[in-house]
């Protein structure tokens, strides 16, 4: 199961296209995005519920990037392994806090780069 949080241009040109080809049970929390999402198993308003109530495997978080830090910790908390778009956090101290989690936790922390020369 991937959640995905957030329903920005890089996850409806990149990401989902490449999910469904894999048949992957996909679920999307949007807090913007109202209107039904062709070909994924459930829809959310609210990331909280979302991370609470499917029990993801993996959390994809493409959110702005000031809530990236919030939501990695949120996900990681909840024992999901987790990718997060670029810039993985605004500092370098957010970023020794996710490690530091991640490897408590024992879960996949991954930084999303999408094009060759960011």
């Known amino acids: 199961k991937i959640l ?3 329903y920005s241009k890089i996850v ?4 989902l296209s490449v999910l469904k080809k894999k ?3 996909i679920f999307i929390a949007s807090k913007t995005f109202k209107e039904k999402i062709p070909g994924i198993n459930k829809q959310y308003k609210s990331y909280e519920v979302a991370i609470k109530n499917c029990k993801p495997n993996l959390i994809y978080i493409s959110l702005p990037n000031s809530k990236h830090y919030f939501w990695a910790k949120k996900s990681l908390l909840a ?3 987790t990718v997060v778009d670029k810039p993985i956090t605004c500092t370098k101290k ?8 991640s490897k408590r936790k024992k ?8 094009f060759n020369y960011h």
Do not use: P, W
């Open 94 to 101: 957010q970023l020794d806090n996710l490690i530091n989690l």
């Open 23 to 25: 048949k992957l049970k």
């Open 79 to 81: 024992k999901c392994n």
């Open 4 to 6: 995905i949080l957030g």
């Open 12 to 15: 409806r040109k990149r990401v």
């Open 107 to 114: 879960k996949l922390l991954a930084e999303a780069t999408y």
